[in-house]
């Protein structure tokens, strides 16, 4: 929270604690109901449900939306029915749904008792979809016309029930079936003429998602095409719901730090790290710190198996960090690319051999400059400036053809595992930095005592 809000924090407890509500309604109106909910999440139990109560009802459900899971929770629990009933009834379906998802079973049990009967219907109905489909995220409130109908009608029925759609900016044209035929936009509305027809307004061509699509392809077509709403069809492409832009960026955000915490070797959670408790994200670490500290024994089994060539040639072991470094870098900068090549769409298992093609070229020529710039620093800096005898001419081109096969090597891990794991429904963010960093570093361990054994003689 900034120091702004800090201070309006502050005010509005001062107030609450001098019993001056008049004077805290007349702050919390002027607000933006997120930046109310931004401040709500930093007030005590005891005032939060007194300074919630004292918003108008509509702001009072807009920020109810923008709060956390544990402010939501509590403020339930301290609602009376009619106070719960009020709040639902102000709610978008989709958000609604968001609120059954989050709540525990008794709570949840009371949101769906104090919903209207139409909303209770439409709630199971999105619930129904799997979790991370399309069908997951819309919402039911939409406005859709008949092809036959005039502007002079389409305006009244906007008049009649836009007030309660989430959306008038797009709206939809649909057959007696329900099946989708077009679209149309309010402006294409308020410019035609009155007895101008749908059918003869509408865009035929309508960019749209099935239920069962994935929501992340929902988010890049949002992208992709600069959409605001997006229609949601079933199996005979009858409409049932739309995809507003709010829901996607709440799709891009959850996707986005999925990907940053697996890439990081962390189960994701559901929570904002400052309300995750300590063991919370103990569990969500620990199971990847035990895989990848027994997949590193690996490691160390590889250097025990080469100890009599590092004690021939002390000189050896003061380039291992070195190069397991450089190779796990390499790796993890394939890996990142590769990754969000295909999180945007760019990328499909089918351009694997351009890639690894790509990426082998990147190596060499990566692999090459680092090998130049290692056998100068050995040469220059460590034999001739620092007279360290055990540098040799030998030595050095050891340490630097490991460089290079290291690193080609390297990317070439990096580029394919993640592909591979989305060809097998894997998150590709499962093989990043932890994971390719580990591989890689058994690998170029094997490459650098092959290559000690063959030019050395060890």
Known sequence: MTTEFEDIAKTLLNLTEEKKYSAVKDILVTLQPADVALIFDELSEENLPILFRLLPKEQAAETFVEMDDDAQELLIRSFSDSELKEVLDEMYVDDAVDLVEEMPANVVKRILRQADTETRKQINEILKYPEDSAGSIMTTEYLSFRPDMTIA?????????????????????????AVLLGQITIEDIILSAEEELVRDVM???????????????????????????????????????????????????????????????????????????????????????????????????????????????????????????????????????????????????????????KELRVALCCSLALALANFAKLMLFDRLVMHNADITLTVALVVCLTLVFTVCVAKLVGCTLPMLAKKLGFDPAVMASPFITTIVDAISLLIYFQFASLILGL
């Open 153 to 177: 009608d389409a305006i009244k029925r906007i008049r009649r029930v836009g007030v309660d759609k989430e959306t008038i900016s797009n709206c939809y044209v649909v057959n007696d079936g």
């Open 203 to 357: 865009e035929a061509n309508v960019v749209c998602a099935f239920t069962v699509d994935d929501r992340e392809l929902v988010a890049q077509n949002f992208t992709k095409y600069g959409l605001a709403a997006m229609p949601v069809v079933d199996e005979e492409h009858r409409l049932v719901g739309i995809v507003t832009v709010d829901d996607v960026m709440d799709v891009i955000q959850e996707e986005a730090t999925e990907d940053i915490e697996l890439m990081n070797a962390i189960l994701p959670v559901d929570k904002p790290y400052m309300k995750t408790g300590v063991f919370e994200s103990f569990k969500s670490r620990i199971p990847w710190l035990l895989l990848l500290m027994i997949s590193a024994t690996f490691t160390g089994m590889i250097i025990t198996s080469f100890e009599e060539a590092l004690a021939a040639q002390m000189a050896l072991s003061a380039f291992i960090p070195m190069i397991m470094d450089t190779g796990g870098n390499s790796g993890s900068q394939a890996s990142v690319s590769v990754i969000r090549g295909i999180s945007l769409g760019e990328i499909n298992f089918s351009d694997m051999p351009t890639v690894i093609w």
